[in-house]
T-cell receptor
Framework: QKEVEQNSGPLSVPEGAIASLNCTYSDRGSQSFFWYRQYSGKSPELIMSIYSNGDKEDGRFTAQLNKASQYVSLLIRDSQPSDSATYLCAVSSSNYKLTFGKGTLLTVNP | SAVISQKPSRDICQRGTSLTIQCQVDSQVTMMFWYRQQPGQSLTLIATANQGSEATYESGFVIDKFPISRPNLTFSTLTVSNMSPEDSSIYLC??????????FGSGTRLTVV
């Protein structure tokens, strides 16, 4: 059974702070890793994808992948109230099927 | 990335009836998926919709309950059959974008009364 684990939260940070979201996965054959943002009542929106070990930066977002530790994280710098949402970690292997974690609810307080 | 039009956006249905959800993609895509998101939960894969052949269902989901059609590379439907209140969920279609990730439709919020 492939599993993706996330801190359930909720995670609360002040505006302007760094939000750190973590995810571990069980399938060592996993090849692609994604972070989705989901606002209440909306469908998931892809914010970061990462495929190789190390860091990947896109604006205020940085994804980090460590395949040896089976760990992927997302850092959000200069957090804004508009970043308040549920963040879903998703992992896929060679069969292209996505397995999602349960999500971390992030609240950014003005 | 591909753009998906999903409809209906929401519906309230009587138990015992069926609802068909449609997803139209603006480009041809090989991989298309259907997910369910129960209230307060994450996404669970129902099945992979295969063009020209039967869908591939995940454990716990069966064709009689969730028949899927995929007549071409831009369109798919999911039917929720013989509905009960436990089927009340958000249903989402998704496509794989080569080298980019997965895009989701806007979702269908189903309430069974």
């Amino acid at each position: 059974q492939k599993e993706v684990e996330q801190n359930s939260g909720p995670l609360s940070v002040p505006e302007g702070a760094i939000a750190s979201l973590n995810c571990t996965y069980s399938d060592r054959g996993s090849q692609s890793f994604f972070w989705y943002r989901q606002y209440s009542g909306k469908s998931p929106e892809l914010i970061m994808s990462i495929y190789s070990n190390g860091d990947k930066e896109d604006g205020r977002f940085t994804a980090q992948l460590n395949k040896a530790s089976q760990y992927v994280s997302l850092l959000i710098r200069d957090s804004q109230p508009s970043d308040s949402a549920t963040y879903l970690c998703a992992v896929s292997s060679s069969n292209y099927k996505l397995t999602f974690g349960k999500g971390t609810l992030l609240t950014v307080n003005p | 990335s591909a753009v998906i039009s999903q409809k209906p956006s929401r519906d309230i249905c009587q138990r015992g009836t069926s609802l068909t959800i449609q997803c139209q993609v603006d480009s041809q895509v090989t991989m298309m998926f259907w997910y369910r998101q129960q209230p307060g939960q994450s996404l669970t894969l129902i099945a992979t919709a295969n063009q020209g052949s039967e869908a591939t269902y995940e454990s716990g989901f069966v064709i009689d309950k969730f028949p899927i059609s995929r007549p071409n590379l831009t369109f798919s439907t999911l039917t929720v059959s013989n509905m009960s209140p436990e089927d009340s969920s958000i249903y989402l279609c998704s496509v794989a974008n080569e080298g980019y990730g997965y895009t989701f439709g806007s979702g269908t919020r189903l309430t069974v009364v």
